[in-house]
């Protein structure tokens, strides 16, 4: 049975990231994951001893996570939610391996979960697993209200959805879902702006104002439309680009306001 993967820290932002993953797989019949990983490390060096009485704690807590996320919701059937704990330094490591070793085909996080210190000992976030990952990955912002998904709007040039073609239709048929495909462009006076479909999939270019940026563009547009799901493709990046610049994607997770699916090819 196809899954989704939902990286939990006991974060307000993790248990709506949880609510939406529940209702997906509500919609297209998937099973959720609900996974934690457990931090082996209290500093750089220093290991923390875990017994099994509080890894049982753990687990208690996680399901009940799970059984207040679905009576919170308006769910079609009882969706399967399983908990899986592992021990790990690094959870973008600890998901990755997770996600290689089961059928996971997409992974759903909070953008805001463990900062700070944690963050520092852990090394990670939703933007590395987001980063770093070779299947979807959905990051949920934060104050986001878990709803019905209606729609994929993928975001692209319109020279490269042909590109993507395949990794759009796939991840649509995981989702069931309709969807579309916008191009931000702030000067409409020299290109054919018409409406278009490539292979099914309808497009069309939204103007947007010159002095905003291409995420802000994002942010503004896609703000008519609060039961929909961005769909945004990640270029590979070099490892000197990786530490020195953010990606048009990076800067856009950290002003969507409705949930940001990355895909590759």
């Given at each position: 049975?196809?899954?989704?993967?939902?990286?939990?820290?006991?974060?307000?932002?993790?248990?709506?990231?949880?609510?939406?993953?529940?209702?997906?797989?509500?919609?297209?019949g998937a099973d959720?994951?609900?996974?934690?990983?457990?931090?082996?490390?209290?500093?750089?060096?220093?290991?923390?001893?875990?017994?099994?009485?509080?890894?049982?704690?753990?687990?208690?807590?996680?399901?009940?996570?799970?059984?207040?996320?679905?009576?919170?919701?308006?769910?079609?059937?009882?969706?399967?939610?399983?908990?899986?704990?592992?021990?790990?330094?690094?959870?973008?490591?600890?998901?990755?391996?997770?996600?290689?070793?089961?059928?996971?085909?997409?992974?759903?996080?909070?953008?805001?979960?463990?900062?700070?210190?944690?963050?520092?000992?852990?090394?990670?976030?939703?933007?590395?697993?987001?980063?770093?990952?070779?299947?979807?990955?959905?990051?949920?912002?934060?104050?986001?209200?878990?709803?019905?998904?209606?729609?994929?709007?993928?975001?692209?040039?319109?020279?490269?959805?042909?590109?993507?073609?395949?990794?759009?239709?796939?991840?649509?048929?995981?989702?069931?879902?309709?969807?579309?495909?916008?191009?931000?462009?702030?000067?409409?006076?020299?290109?054919?702006?018409?409406?278009?479909?490539?292979?099914?999939?309808?497009?069309?270019?939204?103007?947007?104002?010159?002095?905003?940026?291409?995420?802000?563009?994002?942010?503004?547009?896609?703000?008519?439309f609060q039961?929909?799901?961005?769909?945004?493709?990640?270029?590979?990046?070099?490892?000197?680009?990786?530490?020195?610049?953010?990606?048009?994607?990076?800067?856009?997770?950290?002003?969507?306001?409705?949930?940001?699916?990355?895909?590759?090819?």
């Open positions: 049975m196809p899954q989704i993967l939902v990286p939990f820290d006991h974060s307000d932002n993790a248990f709506i990231a949880l609510q939406q993953a529940i209702l997906i797989a509500d919609h297209n959720v994951s609900l996974f934690h990983v457990i931090n082996m490390l209290i500093g750089a060096t220093t290991p923390m001893i875990w017994s099994d009485e509080d890894i049982q704690e753990i687990k208690e807590s996680l399901l009940n996570k799970i059984e207040k996320a679905k009576s919170s919701l308006v769910l079609s059937r009882d969706v399967r939610v399983e908990v899986k704990i592992k021990k790990g330094d690094r959870i973008v490591d600890e998901v990755l391996s997770e996600v290689a070793d089961s059928d996971t085909i997409l992974i759903v996080m909070g953008t805001h979960g463990m900062t700070g210190i944690v963050d520092k000992v852990l090394g990670t976030n939703s933007l590395d697993v987001l980063k770093e990952s070779k299947w979807p990955v959905m990051v949920v912002p934060n104050h986001w209200t878990a709803r019905k998904i209606d729609e994929m709007i993928v975001a692209t040039l319109y020279a490269e959805l042909n590109d993507i073609y395949d990794s759009v239709i796939s991840i649509q048929e995981f989702l069931k879902l309709p969807v579309r495909a916008v191009q931000l462009v702030s000067i409409t006076e020299t290109i054919d702006v018409s409406d278009k479909v490539v292979k099914g999939i309808p497009f069309k270019y939204v103007e947007t104002k010159i002095e905003n940026s291409l995420a802000q563009g994002l942010r503004d547009y896609t703000r008519d039961n929909s799901i961005l769909v945004m493709h990640i270029q590979p990046r070099n490892f000197l680009q990786k530490i020195f610049q953010k990606s048009f994607t990076e800067d856009t997770v950290r002003v969507i306001e409705i949930p940001l699916l990355s895909i590759k090819k």
